[in-house]
């Protein structure tokens, strides 16, 4: 998996969000903020990481069990899916 073209991750004032620029703005309008997980989730995904490499990115990062990271985890990347962020 991989985020499309179009969606930064930029930190604004101690706080991440993602937005879209260019053409990926006609098609989603508005931004995403991102918690710090989040944050280790989506710099991953810009590396094409697929959902065990995530799953293994926020183990660890984070003192959590993989099946906690496995459920967060699949839940971002359906949120992401259904945003049409995702390629």
Do not use: H, P
């Not at 879209?20 to 990481?49: D, H, M, P, R, Y």
């Not at 990115?57 to 359906?78: C, M, Q």
């Not at 992401?80 to 390629?87: D, N, R, S, T, Y």
């Amino acid at each position: 998996m991989k985020i499309k073209n179009g969606f930064m991750l930029r930190e604004v004032a101690g706080s991440y969000i993602v937005v879209a620029v260019g053409k990926a703005s006609a098609q989603f309008n508005g931004l995403i903020t991102l918690n710090e997980t989040g944050v280790v989730i989506w710099k991953a995904l810009e590396k094409g990481a697929d959902e065990n490499e995530l799953v293994a990115a926020v183990t660890a990062e984070y003192d959590i069990d993989r099946e906690t990271a496995a459920r967060d985890v699949s839940l971002f990347v359906e949120k992401c899916k259904k945003a049409g962020i995702l390629e």
